[in-house]
């Protein structure tokens, strides 16, 4: 079985330019999570998805950050805008669910650059 | 404010020494998670502790959680090249699961 997919592994962009980073989750899971890491720290909670709808996005750091999951499965997280202080490794996760003690896999996320 | 502090921020030991990492928090969350994380790859967890004063093994790692249930640590016994790591506790929110990270212990042992 697959685990978590993202794509790109590798994005480099200038300031100003918008991007899109996908999430492929594992299959029927239907929680799914973003969080940013930056050089030297551990991940930070963006926002989370169960099914369909963010059901917390308190994590999201401005209006230019925006995640969809339009059918419970893939989910893409956009950045317009983008500034240097976005640069950082874009992490996503699945799980089962939402019950307390349900494991998130973490895919190896999309490292972005924005020169 | 870090919710979750950990120590030491990086470590370097030889192969067959002993070491303990520490997570402190502010807060009481309904669990606590540790994770290993190697470069290019995401968080694996290692152990959840649910309950003050539980100790979980894991072959040569030893997890403990304080009775006070906002306190944490891994120890390893004789590390191994292969414990080398990112070493990260996180704090599970009981609404939605969602995790609190610390800033992670960079664990280096040299053979």
């Known amino acids: 079985g697959a685990g978590v997919s993202q794509t790109p592994s590798n994005k480099v962009t200038e300031k100003g330019k918008y991007v899109e980073l996908r999430c492929d989750p594992i299959s029927g899971h239907t929680a799914l999570y973003w969080y940013r890491q930056s050089l030297g720290q551990g991940p930070e909670f963006l926002i989370y998805?169960?099914?369909?709808?963010?059901?917390?996005d308190s994590g999201l750091p401005n209006d230019r950050f925006f995640a969809v999951r339009p059918e419970g499965s893939v989910s893409t997280l956009k950045i317009q805008r983008t500034e240097r202080g976005d640069s950082a490794v874009y992490l996503c996760?699945?799980?089962?669910?939402?019950?307390?003690?349900?494991?998130?896999?973490f895919g190896p996320g999309t490292r972005l650059t924005v020169l | 404010t870090q919710l979750l502090e950990q120590s030491p921020q990086f470590l370097s030991i030889q192969e067959g020494e002993n070491l303990t990492v520490y997570c402190n928090s502010s807060?009481?969350?309904?669990?606590l998670q540790w994770y290993r994380q190697e470069p290019g790859e995401g968080p694996v967890l290692l152990v959840t502790v649910v309950t003050g004063g539980e100790v979980k093994k894991l072959k040569r790692l030893t997890f403990q959680f304080g009775d006070a249930r906002k306190d944490s640590s891994l120890h390893i016994t004789a590390a191994q090249p292969g414990d080398t790591g990112l070493y990260l506790c996180a704090g599970v929110w009981e609404y939605g699961n969602k995790l609190v990270f610390g800033a992670g212990t960079i664990l280096r042992v040299k053979s």
């Open positions: 807060s009481v969350f309904s669990s």
């Open positions: 998805f169960q099914g369909t709808g963010a059901a917390d």
């Open positions: 996760a699945s799980s089962p669910g939402l019950a307390l003690g349900d494991e998130q896999f």
